[in-house]
T-cell receptor, first 117, second 113 residues
Framework: AQSVTQLGSHVSVSEGALVLLRCNYS??????LFWYVQYPNQGLQLLLK??????LVKGINGFEAEFKKSETSFHLTKPSAHMSDAAEYFC???????????????FGTGTRLLVSP | EAGVVQSPRYKIIEKKQPVAFWCNPI?????LYWYRQNLGQGPELLIR????????DSQLPKDRFSAERLKGVDSTLKIQPAELGDSAVYLC???????????FGPGTRLTVT
């Protein structure tokens, strides 16, 4: 069964600083990996995804993540934080099935990003 | 293009009362998901529909929860009777068949007193 561990329930950065949100996964098969963002009182929005191919994935709002199989990690980064990046970020993993396709997402517990002026 | 629509956005009920949540997925999306998100946690899947068929309901507490997706479009999730521990945000998501890209609605925040 898949699982996701997000280190740090809260991460604080200053505006303009590097953002690094950590995610480690466990999967018995090559996984699909995702990062979602959730703003207050809103649903989840897909930031980026890794399925196959290039291990460095670029997403919306300047975020990117790198799939490292040897470390079972999929950390999210952004070179320069903006006040509008303050939100809850969720890492998620899914297994892949050759015939039935994508199945369910398993989410981590989330990391709240705080951005100070 | 309209996103996933959910109603109501907020609901406060007393324990032992029934409650229902409604979801309208994105047009053309065959797959519909209901998730529960407890405070400080990530969403957890309750049930997944492929058209009208519930293909994964292993995490749905069937003694008090029920769901339906008539005609393979809208869906309703019901709790009867509600318990204090059911307080959470209930999220609906939809996707194209066999797609890994899910689109989430804003959720219904349920408070059981």
């Amino acid at each position: 069964a898949q699982s996701v561990t997000q280190l740090g329930s809260h991460v604080s950065v200053s505006e303009g600083a590097l953002v690094l949100l950590r995610c480690n996964y466990s999967s018995s098969v090559p996984p699909y990996l995702f990062w979602y963002v959730q703003y207050p009182n809103q649903g989840l929005q897909l930031l980026l995804k890794y399925t196959t191919g290039a291990t460095l994935v670029k997403g919306i709002n300047g975020f990117e993540a790198e799939f490292k199989k040897s470390e079972t990690s999929f950390h999210l980064t952004k070179p320069s934080a903006h006040m509008s990046d303050a939100a809850e970020y969720f890492c998620a993993v899914s297994d892949r099935h050759a015939y039935t396709g994508f199945q369910k997402l398993v989410f981590g517990t989330g990391t709240r990003l705080l951005v100070s002026p | 293009e309209a996103g996933v629509v959910q109603s109501p956005r907020y609901k406060i009920i007393e324990k032992k009362q029934p409650v229902a949540f409604w979801c309208n997925p994105i047009s053309g999306h065959n797959t519909l998901y209901w998730y529960r998100q407890n405070l400080g946690q990530g969403p957890e899947l309750l049930i997944r529909y492929e058209n009208e068929e519930a293909v994964d309901d292993s995490q749905l507490p069937k003694d008090r929860f029920s769901a339906e997706r008539l005609k393979g479009v809208d869906s309703t999730l019901k709790i009867q009777p509600a318990e204090l521990g059911d307080s959470a945000v209930y999220l609906c998501a939809s996707s194209l068949a066999r797609s890994y890209e899910q689109y989430f609605g804003p959720g219904t925040r349920l408070t059981v007193t």
